[in-house]
């Protein structure tokens, strides 16, 4: 009986192939980015007075995340876009704003589709603060604008507030803050710091790439074993 003997490389290769083909992101499923906070400067003077919440510490980083209902807002860059949030969850020291939890949320400053005063900018770089604007925001407004470039979002615009208005902190296009950088105003301090969001693959794809490498794995163990156990002619 003859074997047919599959070269390493082709088996190797076209494992990869299948690999690269199954582990693809799912299309126009939710999309969750993590937000990091780390305040460089601020305070309140010389003493602080007792907190609660804690204030930040400078140099610390504080993560929070969001997500959005869909991969749309991807699909053209712009400033200050519009889009729908089923979650989202800023921290800055012991202070949090959750949209959706109890918490010291009590608005945005943002974007609002189809409306003629804060349509939001995809499709445009130049932040435009006059009304109907790429840059303008409406108060309240169901999200913070969202920067997109190369298909990813980079940033966010407007801000998030208190009950109060304040604690709240000011993302670029609003006040202090310019892009990648944040700004805000806690009560009894203020800090100002980096901004880095990150996107977050989905369960899918993780348990998609999974899988390919499991399988790549049985491919490869199965061809040592036949090679291991063909006997020499």
């Keep these: ?5 599959i070269p390493r490389p082709f088996l190797f290769a076209a494992a990869l192939g299948l690999l690269a083909m199954i582990a693809r992101p799912a299309v126009a499923g939710q999309l969750t980015y993590t937000i990091t906070l780390t305040p460089d400067s601020g305070g309140c003077g010389s003493t602080c007075p007792p907190s609660s919440p804690a204030l930040p510490v400078i140099g610390q980083s504080y993560v929070g995340f969001f997500t959005l209902a869909d991969d749309s807002v991807l699909a053209v860059d712009g400033i200050n876009i519009p889009a729908t949030l089923t979650a989202f969850r800023l921290v800055l020291g012991g ?8 918490s010291d949320f009590s608005g945005f400053r943002g974007p609002i589709a189809g409306d003629p005063f804060c349509p939001g ?12 604007g790429s840059g303008a925001f409406c108060f309240p407004a169901p999200s913070p604008g969202f920067d997109v470039s190369g298909g990813q979002i980079v940033d966010l615009f407007g801000d998030v507030f208190g009950s109060a208005d304040v604690p709240f902190v000011d993302f670029h296009g609003l006040c202090c803050a310019p892009p990648g950088h944040f700004s805000s105003n806690l009560g009894v301090a203020s800090f100002t710091g980096e901004i880095v969001l990150a996107q977050v693959p989905g369960a899918p794809t993780l348990l998609l790439l999974s899988a390919g490498l499991i399988l790549l794995g049985g491919l490869l163990r199965r061809h040592r074993d036949l090679n291991r156990t063909r006997p020499e002619l």
């Excluded at 009986?1 to 003997?5: E, V, Y």
């Excluded at 202070?95 to 109890?102: E, G, L, M, N, R």
């Excluded at 900018?121 to 109907?132: C, L």
């Design 95 to 102: 202070f949090v704003w959750d949209a959706f939890h109890p």
């Design 121 to 132: 900018g995809a499709g445009t770089q130049t932040p435009v603060n006059q009304p109907g």
């Design 1 to 5: 009986m003859t074997t047919l003997r």
